[in-house]
């Protein structure tokens, strides 16, 4: 960790080191003991509102993360809604701008960069923006074939969980988001409720492998819920998608693009099965 003070954090808002900030691995000093240095004059980058290169969304990520440093919570959603007022689609949004942000601000924390409060401030600020952007998602359910997202028990992180749902909503589901830490028995309560044709479960870190394993074996025990897919994903399976096969999950995906895609996979698998 680089040595605490107030000009490391003068030169990251004056000039452009938050773009090496994001795309640099590493560890930088984000912090200060003096609150005069957290007022910035204005942010430094300038990124495009309707990014079109792989550059102009490093440098629009490099802005959000900058601000989110300098507790600029109105400019942060700001920056993100005027994107997607000016046509930017959700889908880019979310994977190419707020998960590298998430992901670098774990790095930036892991390292001691990010104390607590800078992470919970900033993901508080990055779950209003995605508030913000529901009414681009969201049109009316009726008719489609119901799913519920979830994080595990005892899992607390929703932000990718709850994109997962949001694509799943943009692609014709009618989507039930449960949030965090969310026993058996309720997504079970919820799935027969809504009867659900699919289920999303997500799962931080390794810790939560029994809650996940427990949760499928609950699901499939239900008799009611006979036929339900069950997909998995999150930070836990990232790197190790086939542990999905070994848990008795139909499926699992590396991000929300190809977590929709390989539910159709899977509904038209079923719906073969079916029709035979
Ligand atoms: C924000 C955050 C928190 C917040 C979460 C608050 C909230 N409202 O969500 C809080 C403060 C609660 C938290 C707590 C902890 N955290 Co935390 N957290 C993060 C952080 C920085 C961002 C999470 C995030 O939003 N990511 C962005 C989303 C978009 O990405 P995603 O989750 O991967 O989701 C995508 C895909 O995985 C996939 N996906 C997700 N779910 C699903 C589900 C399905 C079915 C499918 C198909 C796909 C899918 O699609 C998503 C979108 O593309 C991560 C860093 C990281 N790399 O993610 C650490 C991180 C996950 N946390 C970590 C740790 C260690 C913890 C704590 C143990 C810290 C502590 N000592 O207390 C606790 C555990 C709490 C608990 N019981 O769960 C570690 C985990 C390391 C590990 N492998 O074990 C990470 C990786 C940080 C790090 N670099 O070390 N954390």
Not at 141 to 169: K, N, T, W
């Amino acid at each position: 960790m680089v040595e605490s003070g107030g000009p490391i954090l003068r030169t990251l808002v004056r000039n452009e080191f938050c773009v090496s900030l994001m795309a640099t691995p590493g560890c930088v000093d984000t912090m200060t003991n003096d609150p005069k240095n957290l007022i910035a004059p204005a942010p430094a980058i300038h990124a495009p509102s309707t990014p079109q290169s792989d550059a102009d969304w490093e440098r629009m990520a490099a802005q959000l993360l900058e601000l989110l440093i300098l507790h600029d919570q109105h400019s942060a959603r700001a920056l993100v809604i005027d994107a997607a007022d000016n046509g930017v689609p959700f889908t880019e949004i979310y994977l190419k701008l707020i998960q590298p942000v998430m992901y670098r601000i774990g790095e930036l924390w892991e390292c001691g960069s990010f104390d607590v409060a800078q992470e919970h401030y900033a993901t508080a600020v990055i779950e209003m923006i995605l508030a913000h952007l529901e009414p681009e998602i969201f049109h009316g359910h009726s008719g489609r074939p119901a799913m519920i997202a979830a994080a595990v028990e005892g899992d607390l992180h929703v932000v990718g969980v709850r994109m997962v749902a949001d694509f799943f909503e943009a692609d014709g589901w009618d989507t039930c988001y449960l949030g965090a830490n969310v026993p058996s028995t309720a997504i079970i309560a919820e799935s027969l409720r809504r009867k659900a044709k699919l289920i999303a479960l997500s799962a931080s870190r390794e810790a939560n492998l029994p809650a996940v394993t427990q949760t499928i074996a609950a699901i499939h025990e239900s008799a009611a819920l006979e036929g339900i897919l069950v997909i998995v994903g999150g930070g836990l399976f990232k790197a190790r998608l086939h542990a999905a096969d070994g848990i008795g999950a139909d499926g699992s995906a590396a991000d929300a693009r190809i977590a929709v895609e390989v539910a159709r996979e899977l509904m038209q698998a079923r719906e073969g099965e079916h029709s035979q």
